[in-house]
């Protein structure tokens, strides 16, 4: 069974720092990019940070760059989004996704989400 689940989210003060997890199983990880993506109420989904699946070349949003450090062990199944200096406008629902890049398998698989909440 393909499964992405999202962990770490809870309340934070602005200036605070946040570790997200996404657990990847039922396919085969180091063959897909992962993704993190956030929706805060109201507003679209938007791409937050992407890691490629072996070499590891990675992207930020404008808005979290010097901030969030996204990561992934492959030995692991496992993708990170490290949030620090946290701001209020970093409120959302992020989500994990995988993005197949070679071989066989589903062409993406998303994550339920998990709550980030910035305020004092």
């Known amino acids: 069974q393909v499964q992405l689940v999202e962990s770490g989210g809870g309340l934070v003060q602005p200036g605070g720092s946040l570790r997200l997890s996404c657990a990847a199983s039922?396919?085969?990880?180091?063959?897909?990019?992962m993704r993190w993506f956030r929706q805060a109420r109201g507003s679209e989904r938007e791409l937050v940070s992407i890691?490629?699946?072996?070499?590891?070349?990675?992207h930020y949003a404008d808005s979290v760059k010097g901030r969030f450090t996204i990561s992934r062990d492959n030995a692991e199944n496992t993708v990170y989004l490290q949030m620090n200096s946290l701001k209020p406008e970093d409120t959302a629902v992020y989500f994990c996704?995988?993005?197949?890049?070679?071989?066989?398998?589903?062409?993406?698989?998303w994550g339920q989400g998990t709550q980030v909440t910035v305020s004092s």
């Open positions: 039922g396919f085969t990880f180091s063959n897909y990019a």
């Open positions: 996704n995988a993005l197949r890049v070679y071989g066989s398998g589903p062409y993406t698989t």
């Open positions: 890691i490629s699946g072996v070499d590891g070349n990675t």
